[in-house]
């Protein structure tokens, strides 16, 4: 079973949590043919913590989790704090292969993303 | 004269911020037809701060200047600290028009924008 995680930094705001949470549900949609188990995680303020959606994903039997940084530069977060967590969870469960992406920021197709705002 | 702000949160770590520096670059080259100038502000860590950008815009003689968040999700920076900056350079600056956009979080091609990392 594979499983994808949307990892994001979590808000005060509960508003700004649903958000990810529905983006997650979206991605849920469109990855049905690829992932079993498709959720998102906090770094902090928020619930699942990063720890506790990994161990969901895991009791849930999934061989491999792969993980998604929903974050668009590469400050502390995205250099150790992520990695961090993802390193000792590696360690705990060593049968499972969780794979860290890339984080959002650096999409080739950022640029035309932007544009669609303006 | 039409200018365009990309306005990202700014980090301690100056290769976040140089990230963002080269995504605005990829932006002018982009809009080198619509805007006159093309450049990036920083809410805290980094510079130039969102006012003082909005004052080279200014001094530049831009009479638009589109502000357009860099940001995932409507946390406290999105939802009330620019705004008020915004609001604030809006009542300094009466024949400048002030655009603020929807930041990059409500792009409608976020989801195909993360499964491209998968």
Partial sequence: MNAL???AHGSRIGASNDEVRTLAGRLREETLHKYDHVDCAFLELAEP???AAIEEAVAM???RIRVLPYFLAAGNHVISDIPEIIAQK???HPG?????RPYAG????MVELLLSLL
């Fill in 5 to 7: 995680l949307l990892i």
């Fill in 49 to 51: 913590s990063i720890p």
């Fill in 61 to 63: 039997g999934c061989e």
């Fill in 90 to 92: 590696q360690v705990e």
């Fill in 96 to 100: 499972v292969k969780i794979d860290l």
């Fill in 106 to 109: 650096t999409a080739p197709g």
